[in-house]
Each structure stands twice: as structure tokens, then as C-alpha cells.
């Protein structure tokens, strides 16, 4: 099974900066590699596909970028309202595989 | 508009079995790859199996920590996706979603997601 470790687990920062979120594989997935957004009591949202196409309807400060194990997710400047926790997803084999997922809080 | 809705969920024994509901609207299901993940609450998210599409048959995968128990199917009359559980465990307790599965050069992430439906296995 492909695992995904994301780093940090918890981070916490201020409106208007920039905050990247750490996706590795323990083996190459190309670009097969989703992110989302889950607040408390919702189901997760899609924001990156393929590693670096943004989910129509996403604000444009969400990015993504990597391939192969190493995967990056960028909040340009984050808003009150980005409150939540990320999960990276590999969708390369079979079983898919979630990353741990990284809280991320305002301060 | 397109949703997702699951039910069917509660409260069973160990051992015993349960099957979930996933009705969809605003979208034809059978067009689509569709999976179900699910959720300890307050924790992360496991997948936990698939079923592709008409064209690919409607053949299943599934997690390793359900396969032999759990099977999904669907009813295209219903526009429905279903997650039958069987010879349920204590570590089966979770919230479970279905999900649709997107098509970009491969089925490539969940854009949609139900509300989820709440299993408790428990004595």
C-alpha cells in the first residue's frame, strides 16, 4: 500500500499568510494525487486534482504542485474561513490511501 | 442539483449486518465511477471500496480491512449506489460517505460527497 505522510499535522497562522501543507508518498504516484478541505461536521470538499488543477469554484489562492512523492498544497493568503483540516489522497493504486491530514487554525 | 444522499445507518451487534443507501440526483450514477470512504469521528479518512462504471462493468475494489464482508452494488432504476456490511466489528464504527469519482485522464478525485450516514457496531 502506498502511504502518505503529511506534514506538518497542525499548524497555526495569520490571516494573510502564506501556508503550505507537505504531501509524501512512499512511492511514485505521477500525479495522482488529490487535496481537500474538511471542516468540522461537513463532508470533505475537492480544491486540487492531478496534483495541480483547481476544482472548479475554488478561490484561486489554493494551489498545488508536485509529482512523483514529494506534493505541495499553498494557501496564497489565508482567509478566516480556511479554518480546517487537509487530507492529500493518492488515487495512482489501488487501495486509494488518504494522507493523516493537517489542522490548520487561525490565529 | 447535484447531491448525494446516504441512509440506512445505526446501531448493530458485532457480527451482525447492515446495508447503506446512496442516492444520487442531478447526475446519472451509472456513468460514473462511485466509492465509499469513511470516517472514525475525529479522525482521518479511509477509503474503503469502489465500484467503476456501466462501461467498465460496475466491477468493484475494495479495502483489504473490509474485502469478504463488505460488498457494493447498485440499482440504476433507483439511481442508487448500496454498501452492504456484513460480519460486522467493534472497528467498523464510523461515519460513511459515498463519494462520485471524477474523469480527467483517469478517475482522479471525489468532487461530490454525501453528508454521510453514522454506523455504530456495538454490544
Known amino acids: 500500500d502506498i502511504q502518505l505522510t503529511q506534514s506538518p499535522s497542525f499548524l497555526s497562522a495569520s490571516v494573510g499568510d502564506r501556508v503550505t501543507i507537505t504531501c509524501r508518498a512512499s512511492?511514485?504516484?505521477?500525479?495522482?494525487l488529490a487535496w481537500y478541505q474538511q471542516k468540522p461536521g461537513k463532508a470533505p470538499k475537492l480544491l486540487i486534482y492531478t496534483a495541480s488543477t483547481l476544482q472548479s469554484g475554488v478561490p484561486s489562492r489554493f494551489s498545488g504542485s508536485g509529482s512523483g512523492t514529494e506534493f505541495v498544497l499553498t494557501i496564497s493568503s489565508l482567509q478566516p474561513e480556511d479554518s480546517a483540516t487537509y487530507y492529500c489522497q493518492q488515487v495512482n493504486s489501488y487501495p486509494l490511501t488518504f494522507g493523516g491530514g493537517t489542522k490548520v487554525e487561525i490565529k | 442539483e447535484v447531491q448525494l444522499v446516504e441512509s440506512g445507518g445505526g446501531l448493530v451487534q458485532p457480527g451482525g449486518s447492515l446495508r447503506l443507501s446512496c442516492a444520487a440526483s442531478?447526475?446519472?450514477?451509472?456513468?460514473?465511477?462511485m466509492d465509499w470512504v469513511r470516517q472514525v469521528p475525529g479522525k482521518g479518512l479511509e477509503w474503503v471500496g469502489r465500484t467503476r462504471n456501466k462501461a467498465n462493468s460496475y466491477t468493484t475494489e475494495y479495502a483489504a480491512s473490509v474485502k469478504g464482508r463488505f460488498i457494493i452494488s447498485r440499482d440504476d432504476s433507483k439511481n442508487s449506489l448500496y454498501l452492504q456490511m456484513n460480519s460486522l466489528k467493534t472497528e467498523d464504527t464510523a461515519l460513511y460517505y459515498c463519494?462520485?469519482?471524477?474523469?480527467?485522464?483517469?478517475?482522479?478525485?471525489?468532487?461530490?460527497w454525501g453528508q454521510g450516514t453514522m454506523v455504530t457496531v456495538s454490544s
Open positions: 463519494a462520485r469519482v471524477i474523469y480527467s485522464s483517469g478517475w482522479v478525485a471525489f468532487d461530490i
Open positions: 442531478g447526475f446519472t450514477c451509472s456513468d460514473h465511477y
Open positions: 512511492q511514485g504516484i505521477s500525479s495522482y
